[in-house]
């Protein structure tokens, strides 16, 4: 299985940035897929996740209400829309997946991909 990432780049605060995770080897769909960011410096934070099957949502508070998660079966990737970014948004970002587990919890997580830098700037 790999998830490969992608996206990332150089924005200014109040942009917008849409990152991709496209799978091979997995139906994403299968699997809760959950984006995580790490800013130097700090622990891995959940960001968002998108259940399997239904393809509901989940959001940290941190991000809610300009991060949006959604899913393209057909193309078995997975997408973070990020509107609104702020400079305390700059992290690597990485999508994972996993079938059984707590879906802000980086253990639960079986399968990473290679990460994405997305940095912001004031």
């Known amino acids: 299985v790999q998830l490969q990432a992608s996206g990332g780049g150089l924005v200014q605060t109040g942009g917008s940035l849409r990152l991709s995770c496209a799978a091979s080897?997995?139906?994403?769909?299968?699997?809760?897929m959950g984006w995580f960011r790490q800013a130097p410096g700090k622990e891995r934070e959940f960001v968002g996740g998108?259940?399997?099957?239904?393809?509901?949502?989940s959001y940290a508070n941190s991000i809610k209400g300009r991060f949006t998660i959604s899913r393209d079966n057909a193309k078995n990737t997975v997408y973070l829309q990020m509107n609104s970014l702020k400079p305390e948004d700059t992290a690597v970002y990485y999508c994972?997946?996993?079938?059984?587990?707590?879906?802000?919890?980086?253990?639960?997580?079986?399968?990473w991909g290679q990460g994405t830098l997305v940095t912001v700037s004031s």
């Open positions: 080897g997995r139906t994403l769909s299968s699997d809760f």
């Open positions: 998108i259940s399997r099957g239904s393809g509901t949502p």
């Open positions: 994972a997946s996993f079938y059984s587990g707590i879906y802000n919890d980086p253990a639960s997580y079986d399968y």
